[in-house]
C-alpha cells in the first residue's frame, strides 16, 4: 500500500513540503490470556530514555490496539550499539528467549534475523527495498515468515538534494556520507547517483562504521571541497549523530540529515521519514500476527511520512542564509 501525498515530479515547487499521513486506530485487541513475547531488534544505541525515543512508537501502537505493556506482552530490547556485526548474535538471543515475534528498527538486521528462524514471524519496522534485497518475493505477497514495511529512501535522497540546493545557492559537488554494511545504502546510493547526474553535481561518496572513520570521511568531504552534505540513513550514525554534528560544525559544512533528531540536536537540516510513525504502524501487524495471520499473506506496506525540520541557529552559525520559502514549508523550525 502506497501512502504518498507528495507529487515527486512537484518536489521542487512545492520546496519540500512535507507529506503527512494518518494510520487509523484499530479496535481493541481481542484477549486470548496468554502474555506475548515480542522482540525488538535495533541498531543504534539504546536510548537513555525510552519511553521518549521514536522507539516508544512500537509501544503507543501496541497501546493504541489495546495491549498493555506488561499485561498482554513483554518486550525483550536487543541494541547493537551501531555494530552491525552484532545482529546474528542478537537474533539468535531473541529467538532462545522463545519470543512470538520480532521487530526489527533497521533493514540491515533482517538477513543475520532471517538466518536465525525461518519460523518465528519477522516483522519489518523499517527496511528499503525488500524485494530488491532478496528479503520477500514480493510487497503484495512477502512469502515466508517476513513481512512489515519498506520506506521510500531511495525516493528521499534526490528530494534532500534539491533541499539543499535550494538552500546552499551555486551548489556544485555535494558530499555522501554511507555505511557499507547497511543493506539501506545500495538504494539510496543509487538513487543520489542518479539525481547527481541528472543536475549536473558532482557526487563525492565517504563510507564510515566506525568513530574514527566518521572523522575521515568528514575530513575527505573537506578536502574535497564540497558545498553540503547528505548523511544517509543508518543505525550507527544514528548512535554517533552527536559526533557526526559536531564534526559537520567544526567543517562549516551544510549537511543534511535524514531524522529530526539531528537537526534537534543541532544539525542544519533533516528531512526523513518518521521511524516514530513506521514503528508505531508496525504493531498492527504483530496485532495481526497475534490474531492468527501468516506473515507471507501481509503485503508490505509503503507509508511515507516525510517531514522537513530546520535549524535557524545553526543556519546563522555557518552563515547559510535559508530562503524564507523554506522557512514556511518546513514542518519545524528551531529556532
Known sequence: MQFDRLKRRDFLTLLGGAAAVEWPLAANAQRSGKLWRVGFLAGASRPVALESSAY??????????GYR?????????????????LFPQLAAELVGANVDVIVLATGAAVRPTQQATSTIPIVMGYSTDPVGSGFVASLARPGG???????????????QIELLASAVP?????GLLMNPGNSNTPPALKSAQSTAGQVGFVLVEVEAQT???????????????????????????????R????????????????????????GLMSYGESLFEFYRRAASYVDKIFKGARPADLPIEQPTLFKLVINRKTADALGVTIPPQLYIFADEVIE
Open 211 to 241: 568513530p574514527d572513520e566518521l572523522e575521515a570521511a568528514l575530513a575527505t568531504l573537506t578536502r574535497e571541497r564540497v558545498g553540503a552534505a547528505i548523511v544517509i540513513a543508518d543505525g550507527f550514525f544514528n548512535s554517533q549523530r
Open 243 to 266: 559526533l557526526l554534528i559536531e564534526l559537520a560544525l567544526q567543517a562549516r559544512l551544510p549537511t543534511m540529515f535524514p531524522q529530526r533528531e539531528y537537526a534537534q540536536e543541532g
Open 69 to 85: 505493556e506488561g499485561n498482554d506482552f513483554v518486550i525483550e530490547w536487543r541494541f547493537a550499539e551501531g555494530r552491525f556485526a
Open 170 to 174: 551555486g551548489l556544485a559537488r555535494v
Open 145 to 159: 515468515n517476513v513481512t512489515g514495511l519498506a520506506s521510500s529512501l531511495d525516493d528521499i535522497v534526490p528530494k
Open 56 to 65: 516508544a512508537g512500537f509501544v503507543r501502537g501496541m497501546r493504541e490496539l
